[in-house]
Nanobody, 121 residues
Framework: QVQLVESGGGLVQPGGSLRLSCAAS????????MGWYRQGPGNQRELVTT???????NYADSVKGRFTISGDNVKHTVYLQMNNLQPEDTAVYYC???????????????WGKGTLVTVST
């Protein structure tokens, strides 16, 4: 089973930047993809961005051109660089990993506990 630990959240002013990190640990046959979801006040959890093990990326329209996801396969860590942050980006950001179980060879979704990003003056 894979555990995910996020870091890097905090308070930032509109137009500012933050970098989130997510480190994966534990045992899996493979990690097929990692990414970030977020849940703002009163909203459902939504996809922000994902990156596959081969480096293919996908972004929500709301963050295209402002957010960049990258990964380090050696460190099993994924990063989210967030630029030009706006109040509507305020949310708890959750790290996600699509893993393949070493026992069942089935897909197992892993989630971090989340890190809060607040964009405010």
């Amino acid at each position: 089973q894979v555990q995910l630990v996020e870091s890097g959240g905090g308070l930032v002013q509109p137009g500012g930047s933050l970098r989130l990190s997510c480190a994966a640990s534990g045992i899996a046959r493979s990690i097929e993809a990692m990414g970030w979801y977020r849940q703002g006040p009163g909203n459902q959890r939504e996809l922000v961005t994902t990156i596959t093990s081969s480096g293919n990326t996908n972004y929500a329209d709301s963050v295209k051109g402002r957010f960049t996801i990258s990964g380090d396969n050696v460190k099993h860590t994924v990063y989210l660089q967030m630029n030009n942050l706006q109040p509507e980006d305020t949310a708890v950001y959750y790290c996600y990993a699509k893993t393949i179980s070493i026992v069942t060879f089935g897909v197992v979704d892993a989630w971090g506990k989340g890190t809060l990003v607040t964009v405010s003056t």
